[in-house]
């Protein structure tokens, strides 16, 4: 059987971009499919985090990718990226966080690193992976994590133009304090996109198109 990638949203929206993503990324004869729960991020902004439910939750739709053929499985929301960690066991096939592509990317670029989230339930996962990874890699960092407050309200009320300029002008002030930035979400690389290579004063990573560059990897190697 020929292999076969599973992505895991908890947006809707991104199976577009990751559909576009693999056809020009990944290797002939691979084949994916996706699993959106749009439940999983709902609840996790609900309730503040991750509950044994989310877990319990995310863990079964590990198992039920492997059951219909997985031969590798890709979750793409960094709020739940923690349950990755525990569901890998429950499977037999490499289980992987959307981010850490874009992490060890941003460590090889520089020291001094930019988190940047509209969310806080993204923000703390993102954060603690820069320093798990820093620390894989034998590396000291210094990390700088903002919120976007008001730009994620905004964009649920429709206002994609608020939520656009509050995320601008948290990534150019960060730009001129560290070596690199992190999106925490891919929803903000529309954003990253406006600004252009002279006004980056310091690389913007965004991470779908990292993740399933790792993926060809893997399935090449």
Known sequence: MSARVVYIHTVPSLVTPFNELSKELLPPGVDWFHIADEML?????AQGGLTPFIFR?????VVAAYEAGATLVQVTCSSISPCVVASRPMVPVPVLKIDEPMVDQAL???TKIGVVATVPTTLKPTTELVFERASHWGKEVQVESVLCEGAFSALMSGDG???????RQHLQDLMERTDV?????ASMARVAATISPEEQKAPILSSPRLA???LRRLLTN
Do not use: M
């Open 41 to 45: 991020l709902k609840l996790v902004l």
């Open 57 to 61: 939750r995310v863990a079964e739709h």
């Open 108 to 110: 090889q670029i520089g």
């Open 161 to 167: 133009e608020t939520h656009d300029r509050i995320v």
């Open 181 to 185: 930035v992190v999106l925490a979400q």
């Open 212 to 214: 399933v560059e790792h």
